[in-house]
């Protein structure tokens, strides 16, 4: 039974550079979350995809942040133009959902961004 | 919306003493979902539990034990007999209930439990 794999585990960029990470669910979860987290903070909700359809995106998610899931499979987060700011923690997480809330999400290893 | 507290940022406690992990929370749904998620050092987050708003049963896994009180919005954790390995951070979380609203988890800032040999 394979978990949430993330790549790359460690970024490390230039500001002003793009990034982007991938992450690839549980097989059979048809939901899957990007969350951030910063040191010393617990994470924070970035944005929500059931199936290929992105269904909520926070306000964190600012114009430089943009994320797919294409084809309802694996799902990758693009950050533009980097900044100090960005530097965390990015976690994926997955769920199979029926209807309603409240799935258990699974979480990946995460992505540790460091913006230079 | 939705808001988590967890109070005490960290736990130091010697092996085998019991430690008891405090989470508060606000939510103007009537349903709604609970968990708790271990994040040992090596940064990934491990699922512990999920409990409905409906359920308000205390439940006991292992070493491992949850104190759900609707009446005060708490959902307490404790470890007995804690063990070095249990020195993690530990996440409360809460989720609505309605897919309207995402099924996002709005996580507290967490407990950091240090558990000395």
């Known amino acids: 039974d394979t978990g949430v794999s993330q790549d790359p585990r460690h970024k490390i960029t230039k500001r002003g550079q793009n990034v982007t990470f991938r992450c690839d669910p549980i097989s059979e979860h048809n939901r899957l979350y990007w969350y951030r987290q910063t040191l010393g903070q617990g994470p924070e909700f970035l944005t929500y995809f059931q199936n290929e359809a992105q269904l909520e995106k926070s306000r964190l998610l600012s114009d430089r942040f943009s994320a797919e899931r294409p084809k309802g499979s694996f799902s990758t987060l693009e950050i533009q133009r980097t900044e100090q700011g960005d530097s965390a923690m990015y976690l994926c997480?997955?769920?199979?959902?029926?209807?309603?809330?409240?799935?258990?999400?699974?979480f990946g290893p995460g992505t540790r961004l460091t913006v230079l | 919306a939705q808001k988590v507290t967890q109070a005490q940022t960290e736990i130091s406690v010697v092996e085998k003493e019991d430690v008891t992990l405090d989470c508060v929370y606000e939510t103007r749904d009537t349903t709604y979902y609970l968990f708790w998620y271990k994040q040992p050092p090596s940064g990934e987050l491990v699922f512990l539990i999920r409990?409905?708003?409906?359920?308000?049963q205390n439940e006991i896994s292992g070493r491992y034990s949850w104190n759900f009180q609707k009446s005060t919005s708490s959902f307490n954790f404790t470890i007995t007999a804690s063990q070095v390995v249990d020195s993690a951070v530990y996440f409360c979380a809460l989720s609505e209930a309605f897919e309207a609203a995402g099924n996002k988890l709005t996580f507290g800032g967490g407990t950091r439990v240090l558990v000395k040999p």
């Open positions: 997480a997955s769920s199979l959902g029926t209807s309603g809330g409240g799935d258990t999400q699974y």
């Open positions: 409990r409905n708003s409906f359920d308000e």
